[in-house]
């Protein structure tokens, strides 16, 4: 936080609009549909909360199928459970650690076949960088699905020069406390389809028919922002590109410092592709580091120092163990050997020597044991 969502916070404060409405959270929307290339933008309670109105927007059935990436956090399949659906993950591809494209092609012809396509593809943009649409916004378009994109992670990515969140037919991102921005909490939903727009707000505000009473036609949901959060949101906003530049930076370093040490290999970043490296998260071969990638998130936490393991993929996990699954190994093996180290925006360049000096010394330490 800083001395600009200071100022913001305590003018909403001042101003007595503290409900989930007021000129904050209407600034916060114009402003964010400006920074993610959308005409509209809805601020709502959380990340999860956008997903779940994507799927209402699209007006998806119980029982039918929605695509969706195996390596990511849980939100995302919950959503789609939401409203009664069944997800299908598709594992990763190497290039990108987000969504092969050639196994969404291959599963979605197979089902075409059938006449069986997915209501959606609800693709996530895995640690600060955006999954390959190059590819995949064509497929889908090809089979008449609509994209729905979980840019919870890639806020202030771009693909093609194009920013995170202007893929597909609406996009979703989250201010949880551990992303690039925060509002503590909040998420915002971006679309360039105003009736959409429209349509969140009013199933995120209870879905109240306008009347002098309190009039209800459908199901809706306590899903506004508040006007002091918005306040916050937009002093983070005018830092985003600080905070990105400040990861990217970070990532550098141990790019560099860790880059040569033998089993080590970054997440990729392909041409064409700015990942704002929300999360450095690398791989560890122990047959060549000489320790395993939970060694080193121990040796780690010795020194109290955080570090956690890639995301498991969600067709790993025991919620979802009767999902469909078109599995190629690849979320599997990054789990197995991947491990997201310390990347805050603040963090010290004191706090980054002593990671990589932990690390560099589980490398020495397997060397000498293993000689």
């Given amino acids: 936080m800083g001395s600009q969502?200071?100022?913001?916070?305590?003018?909403?404060?001042?101003?007595?609009?503290?409900?989930?409405?007021g000129p904050h959270v209407d600034a916060f929307e114009r402003e964010f549909a400006a920074i993610s290339g959308r005409k509209h933008a809805v601020a709502v309670s959380s990340g999860t909360a956008a997903l779940h109105l994507c799927l209402r927007l699209l007006d998806v059935q119980p029982g039918r199928e929605i695509f969706t990436s195996s390596l990511?956090?849980?939100?995302?399949?919950?959503?789609?459970?939401?409203?009664?659906?069944?997800?299908?993950?598709?594992?990763?591809?190497?290039?990108?650690?987000?969504?092969?494209?050639?196994?969404?092609?291959e599963e979605l012809e197979r089902c075409a076949k059938r006449n069986a396509l997915p209501a959606a593809v609800m693709v996530v943009d895995v640690n600060g960088q955006c999954a390959n649409y190059r590819m995949i916004s064509g497929i889908c378009e090809t089979y008449?699905?609509?994209?729905?994109?979980?840019?919870?992670?890639s806020l202030g990515a771009s693909l093609d020069g194009k920013p995170a969140?202007?893929?597909?037919?609406?996009?979703c991102f989250s201010f949880n406390g551990n992303k690039i921005i925060t509002t503590s909490g909040g998420g915002?939903?971006?679309?360039?389809?105003?009736?959409?727009?429209?349509?969140?707000?009013?199933?995120?505000?209870?879905?109240?028919?306008?009347?002098?009473?309190?009039?209800?036609?459908?199901?809706?949901?306590?899903?506004?922002?508040?006007?002091?959060?918005?306040?916050?949101?937009?002093?983070?906003?005018?830092?985003?590109?600080?905070?990105?530049?400040?990861?990217?930076?970070?990532?550098?370093?141990?790019?560099?410092?860790?880059g040569s040490l033998p089993g080590i290999e970054f997440m990729p970043e392909p041409e064409g592709f700015f990942s704002t490296r929300w999360?450095?998260?690398?791989?560890?071969?122990?047959?060549?580091?000489?320790?395993?990638?939970?060694?080193?998130?121990?040796?780690?936490?010795?020194?109290?120092?955080?570090?956690?393991?890639?995301?498991?993929?969600?067709?790993?996990?025991?919620?979802?163990?009767?999902?469909?699954?078109?599995?190629?190994?690849v979320s599997q093996s990054l789990f197995a050997s991947g491990i997201c180290l310390p990347s805050g925006s603040s963090m010290s360049d004191?706090?980054?020597?002593?990671?990589?000096?932990?690390?560099?010394?589980?490398?020495?330490?397997?060397?000498?044991?293993?000689?």
């Fill in 188 to 258: 915002m939903l971006v679309t360039d389809d105003e009736a959409w727009a429209k349509q969140a707000r009013y199933l995120s505000t209870q879905a109240r028919d306008p009347a002098a009473h309190y009039e209800h036609s459908v199901l809706g949901y306590n899903y506004r922002m508040s006007n002091l959060l918005a306040a916050v949101g937009r002093g983070q906003l005018q830092v985003l590109a600080d905070r990105v530049s400040r990861r990217r930076e970070i990532y550098a370093t141990y790019q560099r410092e860790l």
């Fill in 279 to 329: 999360l450095t998260a690398l791989t560890i071969d122990p047959q060549q580091f000489g320790t395993t990638n939970e060694q080193v998130r121990l040796s780690l936490e010795e020194q109290n120092i955080e570090a956690r393991p890639v995301w498991k993929p969600m067709h790993l996990q025991p919620a979802f163990a009767d999902c469909r699954s078109i599995d190629n190994g």
């Fill in 5 to 21: 969502e200071r100022a913001l916070l305590l003018d909403a404060f001042d101003s007595n609009w503290i409900a989930p409405l």
């Fill in 165 to 171: 969140g202007s893929f597909g037919a609406v996009g």
């Fill in 72 to 105: 990511t956090f849980v939100a995302t399949a919950n959503a789609i459970r939401y409203v009664g659906a069944k997800p299908v993950f598709i594992d990763s591809d190497r290039e990108t650690w987000n969504m092969d494209p050639h196994l969404l092609a």
């Fill in 350 to 371: 004191n706090d980054q020597r002593r990671v990589l000096e932990c690390i560099r010394s589980c490398c020495v330490k397997s060397v000498v044991s293993n000689t």
């Fill in 144 to 153: 008449g699905v609509p994209v729905i994109e979980d840019a919870a992670e």
